[in-house]
């Protein structure tokens, strides 16, 4: 029995709670409490986590929350789920307006216990909440609110607050408030912190120290029996679809619908299949789910929109048929029951994916159909990862900002990592400047934050509809850009039964959308792109496929050209092979030794060489999982598909190890030896960690097909839409110089041609105005309204524009087509006075001369370094010509040269270093991956954790960059493993390294 009722407060406290909530439940739990009552400040974030988890343990979960109210913070303690409601009416009201009026308190206050620990307004609460209102009794001044509450007639309650749970968290919780107020910790004031005794305490003592105030103890009695939250258990909460037929029969109607048009010469098959997704549909409960989201994307076709569903989804027949997927789950050989089973208690998943561009325009759709009150953004919780947790400790230690600058950027890579900061030492030289025991301390006192959350972000595209307002579930709160997101991520969702469609702005999308658009122009409106072009394959097979949709990153450029893809199937197994864990498991290898004829295909069991023989025998697919299952097991396909997301998903172990006996008893069964049968389990187990869902994977080779044939027959086209939507693996430099390669001219922005992005002209590429940087929106509108221009002048007159802008403009070209000298126009700028006040009728013209002056000053013209710095610092890429033609000493090679050497050969090559990508590594250190640029190609270099370390300053510093390692050809991935990286002599006056 609890003598008292601890009020904690758990790490969604943001930046001063030090315990999740799951942390404090086990641990009162341990300390022998029956009860806790968890009340965060403002938000009830872990009201869903701490339930389910006292639940499980078995002891009784009371939830309230701290209000910020205009009689100050009062803690409010839900009775029932009724009472939950309004707490959370509350709390929204605070997020959304600011401090809580009484007369709202008042509106909702049914089935609410009210505690304060103040005296003023404890008569007007008492009025309020009548009997539901106690004096809370804790560690400040507990004997003046005692005879207070007793003069007064009323009701105490011993609810101490527990603001950390260990008495060592103390300093933890100081220095999370020293960085929510800006503090240092060394004059962080006692107001700003809770008190050092927060801490939860021994029963006994808490007997101790409430034994004067027995009253006290008897209220916090009263609070815990008078509780009883009981979350209703429900299951998919869909919002309620206003149509006036049948929704199922609606459902079937627009499905046969779309089949008809979808497939031409549609068999029995299809129709049967159909039907049977429809009654499973039904059975499950998910006839509604699939109006809206077919809704959402008819939407879409409706605005000309581009809308792709994705994910195990492309597996449903019904998908296909209301237009949500875009690949024939019939022919690509797709299983409905990796999306939806009869066994599946969880909503199906349908991501969408919308060009990125119209994305607001779909929500705002959702938005307006469903009801403000009942729509809403799904929450994200950002954690202290390791490298924030270092600078906002140094910085409330006193650090300034280049020394805390000098001490995240001089850690190896491996502290932040691993987050631990022990296995590797402290660079000297840190040492040095800031002190051993100083860096000790804040590394130590780093550790402890992470993975605290730190503050609320927005999910990339989750949201949630709801038949009764959101408030009736969750708390809702606005985040930093306005929207109204919920109080819950997508975990804490999915425990209270909310459904998330994703809806999310793809940019590769736009990129596919944009090549439609402009092909159609030239082909006709009929225009689709065939899945059996020749040449298209002819790219992929080259593996030239920079830009192209999922497969231009080095290690999938290289499994084409391995693959040589030959239809869709090809792409979709690229795009499952390519995934981690095939590599870390070996499963990658031995497929391709076996696509290859270095190694035998061979089966786990004679019954499995159907399932496994366009992957060779190894397990790559997760519908494998499903089918193999079945024909070992003699599983059904919903039974299969739990083991499948038994052995996929973190699942309960008596769940795991109970499918895993009918496994082997199934196999038994079914003929099966169990020598045999235990290994194909063991092979599946090892398949968690890499295998993919063909259905996705499918998905994304229909996309890559597309996004190939544009590449492939209209690459001005295909390379204009790239940089104009920012889409793709690289950054835009890679993707000019990759134009470059294709004969495609690229051209800085140009005054009278240039739109606001990225757009092709005469077959020549010119760079969007808004590339330039420190140019205002209202300057780049007025130069899109205003032209043609006839000079700067004309420009100067007509634009309302800076100086700094002006001049911005001039040395990154965007005058070149009016006047090729830039200096030149630098020269007639400063001499027409713009630094005073001007009138349009004294500017100069075409042909004005500085007064007194016959000709103009012999001019020392742009270089072409001062050319590429220009673009460089101005548009953060280079234009006008690739930057290694400006280097005296750079020879380009030929690649193949170097990749035909054998391997482990030692290779020295120089390039332009274009991009870079870092990974963890299964001990959690960090390598990085490199890819660098000669003339006329790209190639590869690894660098591991440890030479990672010696060269991390060297790789973010400079660009152009000389590489000794050895050639590795594993897998036929030709790249380069980097011993030594330096940086290369220009050869040019005006810099030495770049």
């Not at 309230?64 to 939950?84: D, Y």
């Amino acid at each position: 029995m609890n003598c008292v009722l601890p009020v904690f407060r758990s790490s969604f406290s943001l930046l001063s709670g030090t315990a999740a909530p799951e942390e404090i439940v086990q641990q009162t739990n341990l300390s022998g409490y029956l009860t806790f009552l968890l009340a965060d400040k403002n938000n009830l974030y872990g009201c869903y986590d701490s339930y389910y988890a006292a639940l499980d343990i078995g002891i009784k979960p009371i939830i309230g929350v701290v209000l910020t109210t205009e009689v100050g913070e009062l803690t409010l303690i839900c009775q029932n789920h009724n009472g939950f409601k309004n707490l959370s009416r509350l709390v929204t009201e605070y997020q959304l307006h600011g401090a809580v009026s009484i007369n709202t308190v008042d509106r909702y206050q049914e089935d609410i216990i009210c505690l304060s620990d103040k005296i003023e307004n404890a008569e007007k609460l008492g009025i309020i909440f009548e009997n539901r209102f106690y004096i809370q009794i804790g560690y400040n001044y507990p004997a003046r609110l005692y005879c207070f509450a007793q003069k007064n007639n009323l009701k105490t309650a011993a609810c101490p607050q527990v603001s950390f749970l260990y008495e060592k968290d103390y300093e933890t919780h100081r220095l999370l408030r020293a960085i929510k107020n800006g503090y240092l910790l060394d004059n962080i004031p006692p107001s700003a912190t809770a008190g050092k005794e927060e801490y939860l305490k021994e029963k006994d003592w808490y007997n101790n120290f409430f034994t004067s105030f027995p009253e006290a103890i008897k209220g916090a009695q009263e609070i815990i029996e008078q509780t009883d939250l009981v979350f209703p258990e429900r299951k998919n909460i869909l919002p309620n679809i206003q149509i006036e037929k049948d929704h199922l029969e609606q459902l079937k109607r627009d499905s046969i619908t779309g089949l008809k048009k979808r497939v031409k010469d549609s068999t029995g098959f299809y129709f049967a299949r159909l039907e049977y997704e429809l009654s499973v549909i039904q059975k499950t409960g998910f006839v509604d789910y699939f109006l809206i989201v077919g809704d959402i994307v008819q939407y879409c076709r409706r605005q000309n929109i581009t809308a792709v569903g994705r994910g195990s989804a492309a597996g449903s027949l019904v998908s296909y048929s209301l237009g949500i997927t875009e690949v024939d789950p019939i022919k690509e050989n797709l299983y409905f029951e990796r999306f939806l089973n009869e066994a599946r208690s969880d909503c199906p998943d349908i991501d969408l994916d919308i060009d990125w561009r119209y994305r607001d325009d779909v929500l705002d759709y959702v938005y307006e159909k469903y009801g403000r009150e009942h729509v809403a953004m799904m929450a994200t919780f950002t954690r202290f990862r390791p490298r924030l947790a270092v600078r906002e400790t140094a910085k409330a230690f006193g650090l300034s900002p280049d020394e805390i600058n000098k001490l995240t950027k001089s850690l190896p890579r491996m502290i932040m990592g691993n987050q631990t900061g022990e296995s590797e030492t402290i660079p000297t030289k840190i040492i040095k400047e800031l002190g051993q025991e100083r860096c000790h301390k804040i590394l130590t006192m780093a550790k402890r934050l992470s993975g605290l959350p730190r503050h609320l972000g927005i999910h990339s595209g989750g949201i949630v509809i709801t038949p009764e307002p959101l408030t009736d579930y969750i708390p809702l709160e606005r985040a930093t850009k306005g929207l109204v997101i919920t109080q819950c991520d997508m975990y804490q969702a999915e425990k209270i039964g909310l459904v998330k469609i994703d809806i999310l702005g793809q940019r590769g999308l736009a990129v596919i959308a944009d090549c439609y658009k402009e092909v159609r122009k030239l082909k006709g409106d009929n225009f689709k792109v065939p899945e059996d072009d020749k040449k298209t394959f002819e790219l992929l097979q080259s593996g030239k496929t920079i830009g192209v949709f999922q497969i231009e990153s080095p290690g999938l450029r290289a499994l084409l050209r391995d693959l040589a893809p030959r239809e869709l199937n090809d792409i979709t197994l690229a795009l499952a092979l390519i995934r981690p864990g095939a590599s870390e498991s070996g499963m990658k290898k031995i497929f391709l030794n076996r696509f290859h004829g270095k190694e035998k295909t061979e089966y786990p069991h004679p019954k499995l060489s159907g399932i496994l023989k366009e992957t060779f025998g190894v397990f790559i697919y997760q519908e494998q999982v499903i089918l193999a299952a079945q024909k070992i097991a003699g599983f059904n396909l919903p039974a299969s598909d739990l083991l499948r997301w038994a052995i996929t998903k973190k699942r309960k172990k008596r769940e795991k190890e109970k499918l895993e006996k009918r496994f082997l008893d199934g196999a038994a069964n079914n003929g099966v030896e169990n020598k045999t049968a235990v290994k194909i389990l063991k092979q599946l187990r090892q398949f968690a960690s890499f295998g993919f869902c063909k259905a996705h994977a499918a998905t994304y080779g229909f996309l890559a097909l597309q996004s190939a044939y544009f590449k492939t027959h209209y690459p001005a086209i295909f390379i204009t839409a790239v940089l104009r939507n920012g889409g793709g693996y690289y950054s835009s430099a890679v993707y000019v110089a990759e134009a470059r390669r294709l004969g495609i001219t690229v051209l800085p922005p140009d005054l009278n041609i240039s739109e606001k992005y990225d757009s092709l002209h005469d077959s020549q590429i010119y760079l969007g105005l808004n590339r330039v940087r420190d140019i205002t929106y209202e300057v780049l509108n007025q130069a899109e309204q205003n032209r043609p221009f006839s000079s700067l002048a004309d420009f100067i007159s007509r634009v309302e524009i800076s100086e700094h802008e002006t001049e911005q403009l001039i040395r990154v070209g965007f005058f070149d087509s009016l006047e090729r000298s830039r200096a030149k126009l630098f020269w007639m700028y400063r001499l027409s006075g713009h630094k005073g006040t001007r009138r349009k009728d004294d500017l100069f013209g075409n042909d004005v001369l500085a007064p007194k002056m016959k000709m103009l000053p012999s001019l020392k013209q742009f270089n072409r370094y001062e050319i590429f710095k220009a673009e460089k610092d101005i548009l953060k890429l280079t234009a006008s010509f690739h930057p290694l033609t400006l280097f005296t000493d750079f020879e380009n090679v030929n690649l193949n040269n170097i990749y035909n050497q054998p391997d482990k050969s030692p290779v020295s090559i120089s390039g332009w270093r274009a991009d870079s990508k870092r990974i963890k590594t299964r001990s959690g250190r960090w390598m990085v991956f490199l890819t660098f640029e000669t003339l006329d190609d790209t190639f590869e270099v690894i660098l591991f954790p440890d030479t990672y370390i010696l060269y991390s300053e060297i790789i973010r510093s400079f660009r152009y960059l000389q590489v000794e390692g050895i050639l590795n050809r594993e897998e036929s991935n030709p790249a380069i493993v980097a011993k030594k990286i330096s940086t290369v002599p220009t050869g040019l006056q005006e810099v030495r390294y770049v």
